[in-house]
């Protein structure tokens, strides 16, 4: 590949970038599966006629396995592997698993099934919110869209509605497109109008027909369980400051105070 790139086909490509990757000391494997292209000039075609094609991918602490295509890289002048989602690469074959027993070209096998795709549109909603939260004090609170179907979740809105706790900006947000199985989390902020308030509410979160609801408690903060602790905490902390200062001033009189001699 490298004395004489323009007869090199995927595998030597492949071949290349895993022997420099792992000469740097990051790990690399070669995959081979079926790769999609409407460029016929890039099309890889095996010797048997079959739509074969190689490609690697290499190890990222912070993100995993990542693929990439030296091949197509280099006959399309440049194609963004790290940023994007690939969805033209299908893997067959996973080599690397082990270092002694590489897998064979026999021990893999394609099927394919014979019903028909019939897209279908599934959501899901869930919520992380506390379950109660100080009066007058804001809360954070995430409703995370799941796209369960099979094809794109198209931006729509979604709504977060409540009996009397309010939502600090728009209650009413704007999603952005999710690819199928993917997610997207979106932040709200509440918070309730009085410091002494008590009560009972319920969050209810809307998208389209689907609709999500969780109980929320809303106590002032002298109510909770920790707040006499704290009360407690606070007067030994003041009590020990002024026995602590009045020691000091007993122990260390001063010298040319009133009602003290003169040294």
Same mark, same amino acid.
């Given at each position: 590949?490298?004395?004489?790139?323009?007869?090199?086909?995927?595998?030597?490509?492949?071949?290349?970038?895993?022997?420099?990757?792992?000469?740097d000391g990051?790990?690399?494997?070669?995959?081979?599966?079926?790769?999609?292209?409407?460029?016929?000039?890039?099309?890889?075609?095996?010797?048997?006629?079959?739509?074969?094609?190689?490609?690697?991918?290499?190890?990222?602490?912070?993100?995993?396995?990542?693929?990439?295509?030296?091949?197509?890289?280099?006959?399309?002048?440049?194609?963004?592997?790290?940023?994007?989602?690939?969805?033209?690469?299908?893997?067959?074959?996973?080599?690397?698993?082990?270092?002694?027993?590489?897998?064979?070209a026999s021990?893999?096998?394609?099927?394919?099934?014979?019903?028909?795709?019939?897209?279908?549109?599934?959501?899901?909603? &869930? #919520?992380?919110? /506390?379950?109660? =939260?100080?009066?007058? $004090?804001?809360?954070?609170?995430?409703?995370? !869209?799941?796209?369960?179907?099979?094809?794109?979740?198209?931006?729509?809105?979604?709504?977060?509605?409540?009996?009397?706790?309010?939502?600090?900006?728009?209650?009413?947000?704007?999603?952005?497109?999710?690819?199928?199985?993917?997610?997207?989390?979106?932040?709200?902020?509440?918070?309730?109008?009085?410091f002494w308030?008590?009560?009972?509410?319920?969050?209810?979160?809307?998208?389209?027909?689907? &609709? #999500?609801?969780? /109980?929320?408690? =809303?106590?002032?903060? $002298?109510?909770?369980?920790?707040?006499?602790? !704290?009360?407690?905490?606070?007067?030994?902390?003041?009590?020990?400051?002024?026995?602590?200062?009045?020691?000091?001033?007993?122990?260390?009189?001063?010298?040319?105070?009133?009602?003290?001699?003169?040294?």
């Open positions: 590949a490298l004395n004489n790139p323009d007869n090199a086909l995927c595998v030597e490509f492949t071949d290349l970038f895993i022997a420099l990757a792992r000469a990051i790990p690399a494997r070669e995959l081979d599966g079926y790769a999609y292209t409407s460029n016929t000039d890039i099309r890889p075609l095996s010797f048997d006629g079959t739509i074969l094609h190689a490609w690697p991918e290499y190890y990222d602490p912070m993100v995993g396995w990542v693929m990439i295509d030296p091949t197509w890289q280099n006959t399309t002048g440049g194609v963004d592997y790290f940023s994007k989602l690939d969805l033209n690469h299908f893997v067959f074959v996973t080599k690397g698993y082990s270092s002694t027993r590489p897998n064979t021990q893999a096998t394609v099927a394919f099934s014979t019903a028909n795709f019939e897209p279908h549109s599934e959501v899901s909603l &869930q #919520v992380n919110a /506390p379950n109660q =939260v100080f009066a007058g $004090f804001p809360a954070d609170y995430t409703a995370t !869209l799941v796209n369960k179907g099979s094809t794109d979740l198209l931006p729509s809105t979604m709504t977060l509605n409540s009996g009397q706790v309010q939502v600090v900006g728009n209650p009413t947000l704007i999603t952005t497109e999710i690819p199928p199985f993917g997610h997207q989390v979106y932040s709200y902020k509440l918070r309730t109008r009085n308030e008590s009560y009972n509410d319920n969050l209810i979160l809307t998208f389209g027909q689907k &609709q #999500v609801s969780q /109980p929320l408690l =809303v106590r002032p903060f $002298f109510a909770f369980r920790f707040f006499p602790l !704290l009360i407690i905490a606070v007067i030994l902390i003041m009590l020990g400051s002024y026995i602590f200062i009045l020691k000091r001033h007993i122990s260390n009189p001063p010298v040319n105070g009133p009602g003290y001699p003169v040294k």
